[in-house]
């Protein structure tokens, strides 16, 4: 592969959130350090000692990130990050950036009435990985619904994963901390979307019993989620 064609866009996978986004596919073992620059993109200083693998994912997210941005009018932006590894939008800008191997994707919007956006693509877990976790993510309140879960999809755990993944990120703002997968539990479900509540006060603007909404897609080699955190 010409390392200058190595992070290409990707348009198998559109969000159902009406906002930006901008997906790629690139490849680990063809990155190399002058792609920062090929694309734009400054070499952070907190990257000097990652390996090759965390390089070349980051640069895709800023690349996803720099086209959204430029969508909204916002050229040349430096996407920084804050010491909780959080990106630092501009002002009027609500962005969320993921990436699992071989493929990134960012989402933001300017509307102001979305206080948070999340989204996670993940790798589908095996059987024995799926088994291993659960008692990590799951609510001990979520058995049930865990098991009709598991009649519906072939990797629920996956999924719960990364709609608890999109959740944290789309909740992170409003609440200024981090918090655990047992802060949201499953209550509902349906072809594309999970249904989650809050099982404690989070914060003023995320209190107990909030209803977090997770859109999802699955195709045979990961799943996707995406959160929107809406002031009301």
Excluded at 14 to 27: G, N, V
Excluded at 104 to 130: C, F, H, K, P, Y
Aim: charged share 20%.
């Amino acid at each position: 592969m010409d390392t200058t064609r190595n992070y290409q866009q990707d348009t198998h996978i559109s969000p159902q959130l009406p906002h930006a986004f901008y997906c790629c596919t690139f490849s680990v073992e063809h990155y190399n350090d002058s792609q920062f620059s090929l694309h734009g993109v400054s070499f952070p200083e907190k990257l000097k000692n990652a390996v090759a693998k965390r390089r070349a994912e980051f640069l895709a997210g800023r690349i996803c990130a720099k086209h959204t941005l430029e969508k909204a009018g916002v050229s040349n932006f430096p996407l920084l990050s804050g010491e909780d590894r959080a990106p630092i939008w501009p002002s009027h800008i609500t962005g969320s950036i993921t990436h699992t191997r071989h493929i990134a994707m960012a989402v933001t919007t300017s509307n102001s009435d979305v206080l948070g956006i999340g989204i996670d693509i993940e790798r589908l877990m095996d059987a024995e990985q799926e088994q291993k976790l659960k008692s990590q993510i799951l609510h001990p309140a979520e058995s049930a619904i865990f098991s009709r879960l598991n009649e519906y999809t072939d990797h629920p755990l996956t999924l719960i994963f990364s709609a608890k993944e999109s959740i944290f990120k789309a909740l992170y703002a409003s609440v200024g901390k981090f918090f655990g997968f047992e802060a949201a539990k499953l209550v509902t479900f349906t072809a594309n979307e999970l249904e989650f509540s809050i099982t404690e006060t989070l914060s003023e603007t995320v209190p107990q019993h909030t209803v977090v909404k997770v859109l999802y897609q699955t195709t045979s080699e990961f799943v996707f989620t995406e959160c929107e955190f809406r002031a009301y």
